[in-house]
């Protein structure tokens, strides 16, 4: 049977958790399958701790909030610790190789590092999680490792719903008929149209805002859409400009903010299909039906929510 490994940490204070996660891997028993949340590139952007050239007022931050009001005035050092912390995820990854090597496992398991999404670094005004999907969170890397695996996708494009029936068919099991992704082991053809969707979810002067913003793409590009009425437009700029806790960034660029906002519709690239195919297979997607569950999150799981931002508004 085929180990399987995947990418990724969870929590904000992940550099503490690091010797934690790597004395798993070395002593885990076989056959295993590791899932590892790598937050290195989410804003509060992540720092090696034990790096000899990164200040120690560079070292505290643990949380969303901290972070945007030491940054609120220099766009460029928020660049700078993006790329650094996209270093150091792929460092940890390579650790993480090593590891697996020194046991004598690697070349009997699969590695796979992947992201939920990109971030927006000032671009459209805004920087995090923008309201509405553009190229720069969709388009995220993705990385087969494994010894004698060859996965195959035309012009290398794929989607994250690709990677199930994948790992199923590596691990010899059959793959469903309702999943919606390519065994990427045969191949994935670059004309199809691939789905994503965010829920924005906030309150806002007692107003709440909930709405979709989704798309369709393909390998050349795609349609971004959001729909909902002028009061979540009003809403959605005020709630960058003045309540998350990047909105004194925001508010350098107020114009931008409300054109981003008010777009229901965006092209990037220049994708294969028009809009009104987009569109109309978007509206597919959402006919299925779709059984959702609560959950109700411990203590811990929502503190860790509200530091990374995501119970400020956004879920996506």
Known sequence: M????????????????????????????????????????????????SHPEIPDEDKSFTSLSEYWTARTSDRTKIRRDYNRSAETAIDRFEERIDILRQRGVLEDTLVILTADHGEVLGEYGMYGHAPTLVSESVYVPTLFYGDGVEVTADGDFMAHVDLYPTLCALMDEPVPEYTSGYNLIEGAPDSRLVFNAKKIDATLLSKNLEY????????????????FGLTGKLLSVANRLVRTDDAPLNRRRPFTVLRTCFNRERTFGSPEHDRTEARRYCEQMFSDEIQSQSQTLDEAAQDRLDALGYTDGEIG
Not at 212 to 227: L, N, P, T, V
């Open 2 to 49: 085929m180990n399987t490994i995947s990418q990724g940490i969870d929590g904000v204070d992940r550099y503490s958790e690091r010797a934690q996660f790597h004395e798993a891997i070395a002593n885990v028993q076989e056959p295993f399958v590791v899932m590892d949340r790598e937050l290195s590139t989410h804003a509060p952007y992540g720092y090696d701790m």
């Open 212 to 227: 979709h913003a989704f798309g369709a793409w393909d390998h050349d590009g795609g349609h971004a859409f959001s729909d």
